[in-house]
């Protein structure tokens, strides 16, 4: 009579089998959870050196091209300039000098500073991604006054009045 039922071979996991892999994904994923979850603030941070980067290499490059026209003390008597007489030119774009060195108020247009958003209508001008934010990340321009070059500065964070000053942790 045993040989009447047929022996059946079950497929599939188990139920101790199935939580147990539960339980190991659970683990795995709250060590790896803390490393990934702070992305966006690394990336805020690394978009505004990038920026950074772009401002320093627009103040040599304008300084440069002051130099080789000839205009090596001029400070643009118009903002923003409306002739190349009154600054210099940068792939179309006419930027408004200081001492000869790149105007503030010429900062985005020469940067490239599109996406970010440049505060302040004189020096010094700070740049970030939200100016009314705590914690963003930002970094301020200050114009040259004739004495010294203009001045770029480290990394810092906002403290929610429109402030850049800061220090960010990291830098």
Do not use: W
């Amino acid at each position: 009579m045993r040989n009447m039922i047929p022996n059946r071979k079950e497929k599939g996991f188990t139920l101790i089998e199935l939580v147990m892999v539960i339980v190991i994904l659970g683990i795995l994923a709250a060590f790896a959870l803390p490393r990934f979850a702070d992305l966006g603030g690394e990336a805020e941070t690394a978009s505004i050196e990038g920026a950074r980067g772009s401002v320093k290499s627009a103040v040599g490059i304008v300084r440069s091209a002051a130099l080789a026209g000839g205009k090596g003390d001029l400070t643009s008597s118009t903002v923003p300039p409306t002739d190349a007489a009154d600054g210099v030119t940068l792939e179309g774009e006419i930027v408004a000098l200081n001492s000869g060195h790149l105007a503030g108020s010429s900062l985005a247009d020469a940067a490239q500073l599109a996406d970010f958003d440049v505060v302040g209508d004189s020096s010094p001008y700070i740049v970030t991604i939200d100016p009314a934010a705590d914690e963003k990340p930002c970094f301020t321009y200050t114009d040259s006054d004739g004495t010294v070059p203009p001045a770029v500065s480290e990394i810092q964070s906002m403290d929610g009045t429109t402030t850049c000053g800061t220090t960010a942790a990291g830098t």
